[in-house]
């Protein structure tokens, strides 16, 4: 069966980093793109950052309330995603999740077709 | 204020049917796919429809989805007390080199 799981959530003060992480299984982790989308509460889905499979260059894409401040990144050894949060804001706080992505190219460029799996969440709390 | 506009909420009687509009832009809709996802909050948001109108493995057929210029729709008919979640629509915006989610729809069934 195909599962996502993600850790490593909790309690961080603000400008401090902290590191999530998403562990899969049951499908061939290296052949798929992989996300992260969070939810702030009383908040709807924002994603957050992509990740292209190694066959695509493992090339990455950040939303814009993100980008400079977190990295995405893989180790298909360990069939990990994880998900780098530096300088962390109090607007940051959300569950963060991660998907399992399926992509489309066209034009020469690869994107996000849908997001096929996904997991539960993990949160974070960034509060002094 | 999300890229993708969605209602609030809608709401309907069990047995009926109920639509969820998604409205977007040539960046996003008007030129990639649509996909749409159910959230029970607490529980892993599930895939409904992808490429516009096709439904996973597992999908019953009483959701449909539509695609038409900048504008995407959920269809559920025979609406069911278990169909109570939030909806959201999803789709790739060129302009942004990021995916895009509309603010999620509450649906209700009275």
């Known amino acids: 069966e195909v599962h996502l799981v993600e850790s490593g959530g909790g309690l961080v003060q603000p400008g401090r980093s902290l590191t999530v992480s998403c562990t899969a299984s049951?499908?061939?982790?290296?052949?798929?793109?992989m996300s992260w989308v969070r939810q702030a509460p009383g908040k709807g889905l924002e994603w957050v950052a992509f990740i292209r499979s190694k066959a695509y260059g493992g090339t990455t894409e950040y939303a814009a309330s993100v980008k400079g401040r977190f990295t995405i990144s893989r180790d298909d050894s360990k069939s990990i995603a994880y998900l780098q949060m530096n300088s962390l804001k109090t607007e940051d706080t959300a569950v963060y999740i991660c998907?399992?992505?399926?992509?489309?190219?066209?034009?020469?460029?690869?994107?996000?077709?849908?997001?096929?799996?996904w997991g539960k969440g993990t949160t974070v709390t960034v509060s002094s | 204020q999300s890229v993708l506009t969605q209602p609030p909420s809608v709401s309907a009687a069990p047995g009926q049917k109920v639509t969820i509009s998604c409205s977007g832009s040539s960046s996003n809709i008007g030129n990639n796919y649509v996909s749409w996802y159910q959230h029970l909050p607490g529980t892993a948001p599930k895939l409904l429809i992808y490429?516009?109108?096709q439904r996973p493995s597992g999908i019953p057929d009483r959701l449909s989805g539509s695609k038409s210029g900048t504008s995407a729709t959920l269809g559920i008919t025979g609406l069911q007390t278990g169909d109570e979640a939030d909806y959201y629509c999803g789709t790739w915006d060129s302009s942004l080199s990021g995916w895009v989610f509309g603010g999620g729809t509450k649906l209700t069934v009275l």
């Open positions: 490429d516009n109108n």
């Open positions: 049951g499908f061939s982790f290296g052949d798929y793109a």
């Open positions: 998907t399992r992505d399926r992509i489309h190219c066209s034009g020469g460029s690869c994107y996000i077709y849908y997001m096929d799996v």
